[in-house]
């Protein structure tokens, strides 16, 4: 497990020389190689178990990046039948295959939007592969508009509860849904924040030292960080 600050600062580095010479298309591909000979659900193992070890039965928990419901309907066994699992995603073709996933899951509540610090609506990347998105749109990319909410304000209108634990995979929207949950973060009864952190896409948007700033929020909020694997960031408050 890595525990410093300054991991973040030394891999933000990194990856942006790797992309300063042109050397990301080649990781990336021997990343999907390696996914594809290993599983995915194998590369997923470490963030699950660390997500799951936080969850209590009876918690709340935010899926906040739901996509087809992989991490959903595991969340909602974790937490019982007196837990609920929220689960957010924006993606009209992710959302109707995460409905479906928890069809039968009736501790989960479904959210079709996407969460950021300002309320609204966004334009959404999508492809060819309806489980991909991202609200980081290239030139030219096909994109649909989705509604976009803000944590805290959910909460204050009594449209969500305040959550135990949060996980959070939002293709480099990470520090923006962070933002729109400081109250949230501020409050003990939020105890745990498991996030991916999406190096490439946050220096695509010009946001290459986010992973540092994303770190520093949480512990200023009273968590402790570490990073699962090279990717996967989880805060714990003692």
Known sequence: MFRTADYEQATTELRALARKLGLIPYLSRMRALANRLRGTAQYEAKFERAILDEVRPGDVVWDVGANVGLYTTQLSSAVGAHGRVIAFEPSPACFATLQRAAAHHPNVTLIQSALSDQPGQASLSVSDDPTTGSLFAAPGAHT???????????????????PAVLKIDVEGFEEEVLRGLSRTLADARCRAVLCEVHFGILDARGQRQAPTRIAAQLREHGFSTRWVDASHLAATRA
């Open 144 to 162: 649909v508009q989705v509604p976009v909410a803000v944590g805290d304000e959910l909460i204050a209108q009594g449209r969500a509860p305040l």
